[in-house]
C-alpha cells in the first residue's frame, strides 16, 4: 500500500467566517501538519488542495493561501479547483497514478462538502481511502461527526502502524 496524502481547502480565506469556523480550522490544521511532516519523512506524496471560485486575482492575495501552521509546496504544485470535488476538472487523479499512490488519506475544510464530495468522487472512481481523524474541519463543526460515520475513517495510531 503506499498512500497519498490529500489536504484539502485549508485556506486563510475561510478564517474569517466565524470564531466557530477559525477554532475549526485551527483544531484540524494541527492534525494535518503532524501528517504532512509524518507522510514527509517516509517520502510519501501530499498533495494540496485549494478552493477558488474568484479567479486570477484572487489567487494573488495572500490572504487566500494555505494556513500558516500547514507546511505547503510552491504554489504551482498545489491543484487549484474550483468544484466540491478535487477531482473535478482537475489532474488530481493523474497526479495520483504518477506518483503510484493505492490509497488516499484526505483531510481539510469543509468536511461536509468538498472533503466529502472528494471521499465520494474517490470511491467512484474505485480509490481506497480514508478520512484521518481529528483532521477534518468545518464552518459547522457539529457536522463534522456525521461526516465520520458515514465515511471510512483511520486515526492518527493506526496510520502510522500501517505505515511501518
Not at 106 to 120: N, Q
Not at 132 to 150: C, H, M, W, Y
Amino acid at each position: 500500500m503506499k498512500p497519498a496524502l490529500i489536504v484539502i481547502d485549508m485556506q486563510k480565506q475561510f478564517l474569517g467566517r466565524s470564531a466557530e469556523c477559525a477554532a475549526s480550522l485551527d483544531s484540524a490544521a494541527k492534525y494535518i501538519a503532524w501528517a504532512i511532516e509524518i507522510f514527509g519523512k517516509k517520502n510519501l506524496p501530499v498533495i494540496h488542495i485549494v478552493h477558488n471560485e474568484g479567479g486570477p486575482e484572487e489567487l494573488e492575495s495572500k490572504d487566500f493561501w494555505e494556513l500558516d501552521s500547514i507546511a505547503c509546496p510552491k504554489r504551482e504544485d498545489v491543484i487549484v479547483k474550483s468544484k466540491g470535488s478535487a477531482f473535478i476538472g482537475t489532474d488530481l487523479e493523474a497526479r495520483l497514478k504518477a506518483c503510484g499512490a493505492t490509497m488516499l488519506i484526505i483531510c481539510g475544510f469543509a468536511a461536509e462538502y468538498c472533503v466529502l464530495s472528494t471521499a465520494k468522487a474517490a470511491e467512484d472512481l474505485g480509490w481506497g481511502f480514508a478520512l484521518l481523524k481529528g483532521a477534518l474541519a468545518s464552518p459547522d463543526p457539529q457536522n463534522i461527526p456525521f461526516v465520520e460515520r458515514t465515511s471510512e475513517t483511520v486515526s492518527a495510531g493506526a496510520l502510522v502502524g500501517f505505515m511501518k
